[in-house]
């Protein structure tokens, strides 16, 4: 099991001395980047305070959307905290929330450097680029280690809570497909990778080893708890029933348009907000497909995130009943017939295409290490001025459009660039 075949050694010793080349490169620059945040931590009074929140309110450009007939009993909300979790198509959300961001002249409390605030490490204040105590701002949407306590400091009190769940086990299938080559522990696996993990996880998984948590409820990780609980852990019912608290709207991946529309009614949006094509898809023959079998184990292997799943999609189906089952379906199909409709104006060939057919970088999304399994779009060349830039936007993957919003990814980019030259050599 252990032994390594001679065909196999110099790739995996390549990887292993770049490894850990990185790995003190990434430690040394993290050592860097905290050290100079560390001095501003301050006391209770660091909240935004609600009267700079209202000032921020009142600088808004005043919405537009007094036509329609919700904004008569609502208006729309501005102040937005998005718990963005891996592998659940929150990258879709993200550039939702980037245009209604941009649109509206918001401000977003964005990560400095990278495009997360030093996750795996829970969020601090001091992570956000220009952050000092008593600052607010509108949005908060790129990946964390949630921390409420932290989190609140941000915004103003009436800030809205939203994040999103997918099945644990499709969770899993992708986590373990995008991030396994970052777990050391898992490189002695061979050929059916998944499959011999989930037959037999205690072998190649340790909870201290480096990156574990992308293989084990990495749900109940991103939302700060501990995800090596064990499953009968009373801490798994208070965690899910604390975050039922602190969340006003738990999206459901598996019913996207249905969440979306969902969101479109907490938030008092207008259907044009939540438009959107899907990103960072992957290439479905990239997805394995796991036996029911190999489902029930990864089910019990993430039995945690599976009942924080279980929970949520209960209150999502309580809101969708709540909101209507009938009005439900024929906005998901206006949503539907609107996404077309773009569509068919901006995307060259109308689907999704493999990074190597991707023209322009620009509209190229981040690839897995070793791997480039990740669809994007080509954009039309002939669109009506009138929809170049919203074209333009919807098709702009996550890491080009925070730069496009005045982030600096330096940090992001030296690992993109080292895993793209030495990775994929
Ligand atoms: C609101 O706008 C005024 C004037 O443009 C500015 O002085 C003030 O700092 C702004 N407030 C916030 C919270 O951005
Ligand atoms: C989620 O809820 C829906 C509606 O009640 C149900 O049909 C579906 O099976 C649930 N999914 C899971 C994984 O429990």
Same mark, same amino acid.
């Given at each position: 099991?252990?032994?390594?075949?001679?065909?196999?050694?110099?790739?995996?010793?390549?990887?292993?001395?770049?490894?850990?080349?990185?790995?003190?490169? =990434?430690? =040394?620059?993290?050592?860097?980047? @905290?050290?100079?945040?560390?001095?501003?931590?301050?006391?209770?009074?660091?909240?935004?305070?609600?009267?700079?929140?209202?000032?921020?309110? +009142?600088?808004?450009?005043?919405?537009?959307?007094?036509?329609?007939?919700?904004? *008569?009993?609502?208006?729309?909300?501005?102040?937005? =905290?998005?718990?963005?979790?891996?592998?659940?198509?929150?990258?879709?959300?993200?550039?939702?929330?980037?245009? %209604?961001? *941009?649109?509206?002249?918001?401000? %977003?409390?964005?990560?400095?450097?990278?495009?997360?605030?030093?996750?795996?490490?829970?969020?601090?204040?001091?992570?956000?680029?220009?952050?000092?105590?008593?600052?607010?701002?509108?949005?908060?949407?790129?990946?964390?280690?949630?921390?409420?306590?932290?989190?609140?400091?941000?915004?103003?009190?009436?800030?809205?809570?939203?994040?999103?769940?997918?099945?644990?086990?499709?969770?899993?299938?992708?986590?373990?497909?995008?991030?396994?080559?970052?777990?050391?522990?898992?490189?002695?696996?061979?050929? @059916?990778?998944?499959?011999?993990?989930?037959? @037999?996880?205690?072998?190649?998984?340790?909870?201290?080893?480096? @990156?574990?948590?992308?293989?084990?409820?990495?749900? %109940?990780?991103?939302?700060?708890?501990?995800?090596?609980?064990?499953?009968?852990?009373?801490?798994?019912?208070?965690?899910?029933?604390?975050?039922?608290?602190?969340?006003?709207?738990?999206?459901?991946?598996?019913?996207?348009?249905?969440?979306?529309?969902?969101?479109?009614?907490?938030?008092?949006?207008?259907?044009?907000?939540?438009?959107?094509?899907?990103?960072?898809?992957?290439?479905?023959?990239?997805?394995?497909?796991?036996?029911?079998?190999?489902?029930?184990?990864?089910? *019990?292997?993430?039995?945690?995130?599976?009942?924080?799943?279980?929970?949520?999609?209960?209150?999502?189906?309580?809101?969708?009943?709540?909101?209507?089952?009938?009005?439900?379906?024929?906005?998901?199909?206006?949503?539907?017939?609107?996404?077309?409709?773009?569509?068919?104006?901006?995307?060259?060939?109308?689907?999704?295409?493999?990074?190597?057919?991707?023209?322009?970088?620009? %509209?190229?999304?981040?690839?897995?290490?070793?791997?480039?399994?990740?669809?994007?779009?080509?954009?039309?060349?002939?669109?009506?001025? +009138?929809?170049?830039?919203?074209?333009?936007?919807?098709?702009?993957?996550?890491?080009?459009?925070?730069?496009?919003?005045?982030?600096?990814?330096?940090?992001?980019?030296?690992?993109?660039?080292?895993?793209?030259?030495?990775?994929?050599?």
């Amino acid at each position: 099991m252990f032994g390594l075949k001679g065909t196999k050694c110099t790739p995996v010793i390549r990887v292993l001395i770049l490894w850990v080349v990185m790995t003190n490169i =990434m430690l =040394m620059l993290y050592c860097l980047t @905290n050290q100079a945040n560390v001095k501003i931590r301050g006391s209770q009074e660091d909240t935004c305070p609600i009267k700079m929140a209202e000032s921020l309110r +009142k600088n808004m450009t005043s919405p537009s959307q007094s036509t329609k007939s919700q904004a *008569e009993e609502c208006s729309p909300a501005l102040n937005i =905290m998005f718990m963005k979790t891996h592998k659940t198509a929150s990258s879709t959300i993200l550039n939702i929330l980037f245009r %209604f961001g *941009e649109k509206h002249k918001l401000k %977003f409390a964005f990560p400095d450097g990278r495009n997360d605030f030093h996750y795996p490490s829970p969020f601090l204040c001091s992570q956000v680029k220009d952050y000092r105590p008593g600052e607010c701002f509108n949005i908060v949407c790129n990946h964390m280690r949630f921390n409420h306590q932290e989190v609140v400091k941000l915004l103003p009190p009436d800030a809205v809570y939203v994040t999103i769940l997918r099945d644990p086990v499709d969770l899993f299938e992708s986590s373990f497909h995008y991030y396994h080559r970052a777990v050391p522990l898992t490189w002695r696996l061979n050929s @059916n990778k998944l499959e011999e993990f989930l037959n @037999n996880p205690q072998t190649f998984y340790s909870p201290e080893a480096y @990156n574990s948590f992308y293989l084990k409820n990495l749900l %109940f990780f991103d939302f700060g708890f501990d995800n090596n609980v064990e499953d009968d852990d009373p801490r798994i019912v208070r965690d899910i029933h604390d975050l039922s608290k602190k969340f006003d709207l738990v999206l459901i991946a598996e019913y996207f348009e249905e969440s979306l529309i969902l969101l479109k009614d907490t938030l008092c949006w207008t259907m044009e907000d939540i438009i959107y094509f899907k990103l960072n898809a992957r290439k479905s023959s990239s997805v394995s497909k796991l036996t029911p079998d190999l489902r029930t184990k990864a089910l *019990e292997w993430n039995k945690a995130d599976w009942r924080l799943y279980q929970h949520f999609n209960a209150t999502f189906w309580a809101r969708v009943e709540a909101f209507g089952r009938e009005r439900m379906k024929r906005e998901v199909n206006e949503l539907k017939r609107r996404n077309a409709e773009m569509k068919a104006i901006c995307i060259e060939g109308g689907n999704a295409v493999e990074a190597q057919q991707i023209w322009n970088r620009h %509209f190229l999304p981040w690839q897995p290490v070793g791997e480039s399994s990740i669809l994007g779009y080509n954009m039309k060349k002939d669109i009506h001025p +009138k929809y170049r830039t919203t074209c333009e936007k919807m098709l702009t993957p996550e890491i080009q459009y925070l730069s496009d919003l005045g982030v600096s990814l330096w940090l992001t980019r030296l690992w993109g660039w080292i895993k793209d030259t030495v990775f994929t050599a």
